[in-house]
């Protein structure tokens, strides 16, 4: 049983709540030289989905879920690394990212992309396949921007 059962239905006198999961836009889709990254989020994805398809399924109507889709955060952690087309996949601001996520949790969004012009660039994954997209993602640089990347964390 997951940790998420064990509070499951809500206990007695809560009213409702919102679970909200920042995965990344790398839960969407692959990620050069970040699969373990990637797959980390894709898994993200999958339980928030999963939890939405839980609520319909249970006729949960009284918690939400939202899942959080961010570019690459301005955090430092990827400081070295070069986005190609950078005005139209900026690096995120993290109070930028909050003020969305707020939003979102307002609105009772399910999904968020931040930007939401990435959405664009994912509806060719899901249109026309994974060898289109990943051509996109050639041109767009994608498969360049994780080549300088270096772990400031230390070990």
């Known amino acids: 049983s997951s940790g998420i059962n064990a509070e499951w239905p809500l206990r007695p006198g809560e009213k409702g709540g919102h679970i909200t999961n920042v995965a990344s836009i790398a839960?969407?889709?692959p990620c050069p030289r970040m699969v373990d990254y990637?797959?980390?989020k894709h898994a993200v994805v999958g339980f928030s989905r999963g939890l939405q398809?839980?609520?319909d399924c249970c006729g949960i109507t009284n918690v939400k879920v939202t899942t959080i889709f961010p570019h690459l955060m301005n955090t430092?952690?990827?400081n070295n690394c070069t986005v190609k087309l950078n005005r139209m996949?900026?690096?995120i601001e993290p109070d930028h990212a909050a003020s969305k996520i707020i939003l979102a949790i307002e609105e009772e969004r399910e999904e968020m992309m931040i930007p939401q012009n990435v959405e664009k660039y994912f509806i060719i994954q899901y249109i026309y396949g994974s060898k289109m997209f990943r051509r996109l993602a050639k041109i767009f640089g994608n498969f360049e921007y994780m080549k300088s990347f270096q772990n400031i964390r230390e070990h």
């Open 38 to 40: 990637g797959a980390s």
């Open 76 to 78: 430092g952690m990827f």
């Open 89 to 91: 996949f900026p690096a």
């Open 27 to 29: 839960g969407l889709g």
């Open 53 to 55: 398809y839980e609520h």
